[in-house]
């Protein structure tokens, strides 16, 4: 089972940007120390939910630092990005980490986001299929070139040449049914968020698995769950941190995605955020909610999170980890503690298992 780290640069600390910048890219280089598989980045702008407008660029600096482990923006948002670019800054930075480089792509849900760029929202689905394809064939081929509706790209080889890229290297998000069927259909591995009960996704992940086995002739590869994760040895400690920590970061992510907003019901791709404020509205807001939303994610001491783990693999099958322990302005000496806690008493349990499907 491959575990890694999710680095969401959620800056509610009060400290300033470019102090808080460097302390949080910082967890990637001791993951490495500590080791984690991955060091993953989202990409996000403008506010303090997320402070991290370049995550190929965050992660050139990680693969400076490091040696073994593997790097992934996840995601570059691409209805934000110019395709031609996002291929030669993904080509640019594996040939510099030797080859350590995963791509994961996500499509973005944020109206805030997309206003400031001047993109809509109703038109991230199309957006998103069409730019994936035209960057996968340009890293498999090391020419970008498009003709669409969205992108227009004159032939451009790239240099320098990617190397040794298939998509086994890319990893889409996939929150919606939408997003699995394209995620299935394009042969890429799917990242998924824990956003609360498993069960209600099992949907959508059973038709994932299904129709990229039926359209790729295999099965398709372990999914990605990205947690916020609490992990303390003292009971006292994680119900502390949950409530004190967890609460004020499901806040930011209410508040930047605007749950309790109606618009998500008419934008049948975004599924998932429709039920969350579906929930959040039978539960009086956003702030009485977020309990829903701790039981999805592995919150508890390592004897508990082992044993939340095994549920949820019941459930869900294989799968592999990436954690985000840095939220809701969590002293960094406590992320560190229950990160090194996370390594040393749970993440040898995750590795050692035998996977359970075909």
């Not at 598989?37 to 407008?53: G, S």
């Not at 064939?137 to 992108?151: P, Q, R, S, Y």
């Not at 320098?160 to 086994?168: A, E, F, H, M």
């Not at 038709?207 to 003292?234: E, N, Q, W």
Request: charged letters at 25%; one cysteine or more.
């Amino acid at each position: 089972m491959q575990v890694g780290v999710h680095l969401g640069y959620q800056n509610l600390h009060g400290l300033p940007d470019y102090e808080f910048f460097r302390k949080e890219t910082q967890l990637a280089v001791e993951a490495e120390a500590m080791g984690f598989d991955f060091a993953a980045m989202v990409e996000h702008h403008f506010t303090d939910y997320a402070a991290c407008p370049d995550p190929l660029q965050a992660l050139s600096w990680v693969a400076a630092k490091t040696k073994t482990i593997k790097l992934m923006p996840a995601a570059v948002i691409l209805p934000w990005n110019d395709p031609l670019r996002v291929v030669e800054k993904v080509a640019m930075l594996d040939a510099l980490c030797e080859g350590r480089l995963y791509l994961g792509m996500g499509r973005g849900a944020a109206r805030r986001e997309f206003e400031k760029f001047g993109r809509s929202l109703a038109d991230s689905r199309e957006m998103f299929d069409e730019a994936a394809l035209i960057i996968m064939e340009g890293l498999e081929t090391g020419v970008v070139e498009a003709d669409g509706k969205w992108f227009q790209q004159p032939r451009a080889e790239i240099r320098p040449r990617p190397q040794g890229w298939t998509r086994d290297r890319c990893v889409m998000v996939s929150m919606s049914p939408g997003s699995c069927e394209v995620a299935a259909e394009y042969g890429l591995k799917a990242l998924r968020f824990s956003q609360g009960d498993w069960s209600k996704a099992m949907p959508e992940i059973d038709k994932y698995r299904t129709t990229f086995k039926a359209l790729h002739g295999k099965a398709a590869p372990p999914f990605i769950i990205s947690d916020f994760m609490v992990c303390f040895a003292d009971r006292a400690k994680v119900t502390d941190y949950t409530d004190k920590y967890f609460a004020a970061q499901f806040l930011q992510v209410a508040n930047h995605y605007e749950f309790m907003s109606p618009h998500f019901k008419d934008l049948p791709s975004y599924a998932t955020y429709a039920y969350m404020g579906d929930m959040a509205a039978a539960r009086g807001g956003p702030d009485k909610a977020y309990k829903d939303y701790v039981g999805g994610n592995l919150i508890g001491t390592p004897e508990e999170l082992y044993d939340k783990h095994l549920e949820r693999k019941s459930m869900v099958g294989d799968y592999e980890i990436i954690a985000n322990f840095s939220f809701g302005g969590m002293p960094y000496e406590d992320v560190y503690e229950q990160m090194k806690l996370f390594a040393d008493k749970v993440m040898p349990l995750l590795k050692a298992e035998e996977p359970v499907l075909a």
